[in-house]
Structure formats: structure tokens, C-alpha cells
């Protein structure tokens, strides 16, 4: 991007109506560098002041992909920031020769993509720590949940984007319908039509509680409703999820660390923990909801990995939310 107008693409075939104004905002001007995801992609921005009227003393780049599926952009995140950087000190306007990138700058400016070896520590277990448990649960829920950032905001977008993975299935031919969760980020006013519609969204904006269920500031987990509040309370499986998870971090780190091992991340080991989980889950209520009786029993809860008493509100709000036609049927949450 080179302001509000676009100078380069690859595919031509594709439609980019308005995908400038997703990539490079209005105000952005006064943020260093951020990263925000618009619709189905991942663009990269990033602000540097020039002796130059023609570019009003900034120059400012946005370099972003484009993907039918969220899941995967976060792993060009790096990439983008140094490209964009590249595009800062060198801003030529690229085009296509082939498959590939042509630029009349001198090759030994070209910033290559960096391998999994030189990523920065993912920090957003370490940020949230046990709250990651609450959260999980309402993504799964698709409750609409609103993360507050003032400018800069890209800290906050990937942390959106983490929820989101939070609740991944994986699961082919499964019986159970488990609709996308769809993340809005970098929306103002005008987007407030739009969003009232919405079922489920993680967004970046700041006001209007009857446009959200669950309020992120920071590290502050604040559901809208009192209904949703028992979901706040950290159980004993709850716990030991999150046990399991740094564990699993703990010895990620150390293989890298003393074996050089860069085969994966924390990003790709955060995902398949809650993917399992997930797919533990919805397999288990298929299963019993094609089953004769249709009941979902104790056993049931623990097999997915549940409380079968701290439990059970979420399990009775899954259930409603997913339509699954199971008999939930455990012991009285009064009694030990």
C-alpha cells in the first residue's frame, strides 16, 4: 500500500474494493508499527518519518496476504513485518514476473522471511496464564467478546487472533455443526450496523455493551451478562489443562533451547492443545447424541476432559448453542 491506494497485488483476478482502507486506516498515521487483520487476511502496517513535502514528512507502508482461512495467516506475521519494513527503505513499486517479486532496489535490501528458530517467544500463554481456561470456554460458546487496545494495537490483534484458535475443530464427518468464528479487528462506528447482526465476533473497539458478551482489558476478563459469570471460576480440570499446557511449553522451550529443534513453535503447539481438546469434546457428544438413549453421562464429562459439578453450566450452554440433542444426565451438582 502506498497511503489509501493500492500499487501492488498478486492474484489481479481478485476483488480488493476497500481492502486499503481495511490495511491502512484513518489515524494509523500516528502509530509506529502495528499489525491488523481486516476480513480473511493479515496486513502489516508500518509509519516512518521522511524530509520529504510529497510525503508530508511520512512515508507509510502496508504489506499484507490475503486466505480463505484465518487459521493459518499468523504464521506469515514475521514475514510481513519485515517486508513492510523492506518496502519502507526501498519503496519501489513491485510487479510480477511470473510467479515471482521483481524491484528496482538493490537485492542486498531484500529482507528474507525469518525461520521458526528466530520468532520472538509467543507471549500469550505467559500473558493470561490459568485465565486462558475461561477464555477457551467462551470462544467455544462463540459468545462475542471485545478486546480493548488504545493505538498501538497489534499486541492485541494477535491476541485476538489466539482466541480464535481456541476453537478450532478438526474433526472430518462429524455430526455435530461447528460454526467459524469469525474475529472483526480495526473496526470504529461505521462498522456498528454490521456488527449488531453478528452471533459471535472478537473485535477491537471500545464501547456499546449490547454489542458484546465479554469485555478483555488486558488481563481483565469481564463477561457483560451475570449469567455467564460462573464462567469466570477456574475448576480443578480446568487446572490441570493449563498444567498439561506448560508443561508441554516448558518442554518445547528446552528442546529448542538444548537440542536446537525448530521443527515447531508455541504458536503450533498452542493450537493443537485446544484442537485436541476440541475434537475430544464434539466427538464425545456426537457420539452419544447418535447414540439410543442419548445420554450424556459422568462418564462422558470426565472422558472430555470436563468437571462433571463446575462443569456443568458450560456443558448445558454448549449443548443450547450447538443444538445437540443429548440428555444430560450426572450426578446432583449438590452432592459429593
Known amino acids: 500500500m502506498d497511503g489509501n491506494r493500492v500499487t501492488w497485488c498478486l492474484r489481479q483476478d481478485v476483488n480488493l474494493d476497500g481492502v486499503e482502507f481495511k490495511s491502512m486506516a484513518s489515524g494509523s498515521h500516528r502509530i509506529d508499527i502495528s499489525v491488523k487483520a481486516a476480513t480473511l487476511g493479515w496486513p502489516c502496517f508500518a509509519n516512518m518519518p521522511v524530509e520529504s513535502e510529497l510525503e508530508r514528512g511520512a512515508r507509510m507502508k502496508s504489506v499484507g496476504i490475503l ?20 518496502q519502507l527503505q526501498c519503496p519501489a513499486v513491485l510487479h510480477s514476473a511470473g510467479n515471482g517479486l521483481v524491484t528496482a532496489c538493490p537485492t542486498s535490501y531484500w529482507v528474507p522471511a525469518i525461520n521458526h528458530c528466530m520468532h520472538p517467544e509467543m507471549k500469550f500463554i505467559r500473558f493470561f496464564g490459568e485465565q486462558i481456561m475461561v ?10 467478546i471485545l478486546m480493548f487496545s488504545p493505538p498501538p494495537v497489534g499486541v492485541v490483534c494477535y491476541r485476538g487472533e489466539m482466541v480464535v484458535l481456541l476453537s478450532n475443530v478438526s474433526i472430518p464427518g462429524i455430526g455435530v455443526s461447528v460454526p467459524e468464528f469469525r474475529p472483526f479487528f480495526y473496526v470504529n462506528v461505521a462498522d456498528i450496523a454490521a456488527l449488531v447482526t453478528e452471533m459471535s465476533y472478537v473485535k477491537i473497539f471500545e464501547e456499546k455493551k449490547e454489542l458484546y458478551d465479554v469485555y478483555v482489558d488486558n488481563q481483565n476478563v469481564k463477561p457483560h451478562r451475570d449469567s455467564l459469570q460462573p464462567l469466570l471460576r477456574l475448576n480443578g480440570a480446568d487446572r490441570e489443562k493449563y498444567r498439561k499446557l506448560s508443561e508441554q511449553r516448558q518442554m518445547l522451550l ?82 459429593p
Not at 484465518?70 to 514475521?78: A, E, G, P, R, S
Not at 477464555?135 to 462475542?144: C, G, H, S, Y
Not at 515447531?264 to 452419544?288: G, K
Request: net charge negative.
Open 67 to 86: 486466505s480463505p482461512s484465518y487459521t493459518l495467516l499468523y504464521h506469515y506475521m514475521h514475514f510481513l513485518e519485515n517486508q513492510v519494513r523492506h
Open 135 to 144: 477464555l477457551w470456554k467462551f470462544a467455544l460458546l462463540r459468545k462475542r
Open 254 to 335: 528446552y528442546t529448542q533451547e538444548v537440542d536446537g529443534d525448530c521443527t515447531s513453535n508455541e504458536e503450533d503447539l498452542f493450537i493443537l492443545f485446544f484442537m485436541e481438546r476440541n475434537n475430544r469434546i464434539f466427538q464425545t457428544l456426537s457420539e452419544v447424541e447418535a447414540s439410543a438413549d442419548h445420554t450424556l453421562t459422568a462418564e462422558h464429562v470426565r472422558a472430555m476432559g470436563l468437571d462433571r459439578q463446575a462443569d456443568r453450566t458450560f456443558l448445558e450452554d454448549l449443548l443450547q448453542v450447538y443444538g445437540i440433542d443429548v440428555m444430560l444426565v450426572i450426578d446432583n451438582p449438590c452432592c
